[in-house]
């Protein structure tokens, strides 16, 4: 299988891209999906959702005070 960026991968072989994404090779073909949730339910006003690409997690904290995290209700992915 030949990936977007041009990169050959083996039949029946797993990776993660630089964004995140978990693909597979198969003989039908690249399979990716996203390999993070995204945080939906909280407050937007108080708090901002900050994505760090070394765990391919969101962190979820007060916009005035980033070590103070905000509670989060619903995730999507």
Same mark, same amino acid.
């Given at each position: 299988?030949?990936?977007?960026? !041009?990169?050959?991968? *083996?039949?029946?072989?797993?990776?993660?891209?630089?964004?995140?994404?978990?693909?597979?090779?198969?003989?039908? !073909?690249?399979?990716?999906?996203?390999?993070?949730?995204? /945080?939906? !339910?909280?407050? *937007?006003?108080?708090?901002?959702?900050?994505?760090?690409?070394?765990?391919?997690?969101?962190?979820?904290?007060?916009?005035?005070?980033?070590?103070? *995290?905000? /509670?989060?209700?619903?995730?999507?992915?």
């Amino acid at each position: 299988c030949r990936d977007s960026k !041009g990169d050959l991968h *083996e039949f029946n072989s797993h990776w993660r891209t630089n964004d995140c994404h978990d693909c597979s090779c198969s003989r039908d !073909g690249i399979d990716c999906c996203s390999s993070f949730a995204t /945080p939906a !339910g909280y407050d *937007e006003e108080k708090c901002i959702s900050i994505f760090n690409k070394e765990t391919c997690t969101y962190k979820v904290v007060e916009k005035d005070d980033h070590s103070k *995290e905000c /509670p989060v209700h619903t995730w999507v992915g």
